[in-house]
């Protein structure tokens, strides 16, 4: 018999734009480091590696505290919405025309 599982614990609360701005700050140090060393004209493509590593980097600089935002702002909704509800009526209760849908949950994504 196996024993029952244990609740899932809350999610862990990170610095993502630190961790973009970190994951930058490594492009422009490799970006740096090719410029210094004379690469031959065959791999010079790697410059451009470090340029879109710098450039996507940057992007998530500016894009993850407005992505925070957002999920904060929608969890606000919910849990205004939640509170203000009437409490809904079980399965076995609910007449013919009166439906109960399930509340569809979006993934999170990190």
Known sequence: ??????????PMRTNDVRIAAAGTAAWAVALVV???VD?????RWWLWVCVAGIVIGLF??????????GRARLE?????????A?????????TESETVEPETVKPEVR
């Open 1 to 10: 018999m196996s024993r029952p599982r244990l609740p899932d614990p809350p």
């Open 34 to 36: 090719l410029l210094i």
């Open 39 to 43: 690469l031959p004209s065959g791999d």
């Open 60 to 69: 998530g600089v500016w894009y993850i505290p407005r992505l925070q935002a």
């Open 76 to 84: 606000e909704t919910r849990a205004a919405a939640h509170q203000g």
């Open 86 to 94: 009437e409490p809904e009526a079980t399965e076995s209760e609910a």
